[in-house]
């Protein structure tokens, strides 16, 4: 029972997380700092979000596991670790090489697909949550 409650109470926080920065974090970043100083933060700050979501995610996959629970929770919540992994270790510094070179196209792509993958862990973390 204590369990089950941890990885609710968890996936709770992680998607609190999100949706604060996502919805007031980022969009504050740019609208009250200069753009030098907004690039600094956010390249600062991101590394921290993805790895305390991918840390929280990766407790929560351990609860679930250790519950002996492989049912689509556990998958989801696999899936959102992952993500929080490839965000963090692989698309973030492929952002930042495109934008430090001037690759615009190239920039808003990856950066569309960054925030795409954040919108479906936030859908995953909501399914988790309602089941």
Known sequence: MMIEQSITYLTAILLGIMFFFSFV?????????????????????FPLYYLLNLSISLIVVLLIAYSIDFSLKFYLMLSICILFFISNFFLMPLINKFKDNGEEKYFKISHFVSVLINLVQMIFLIIILIK
């Open 25 to 45: 974090v980022a969009p504050s970043t740019f609208r009250f700092l200069n753009e030098e100083y907004a690039r600094k933060f956010i390249r600062g700050i």
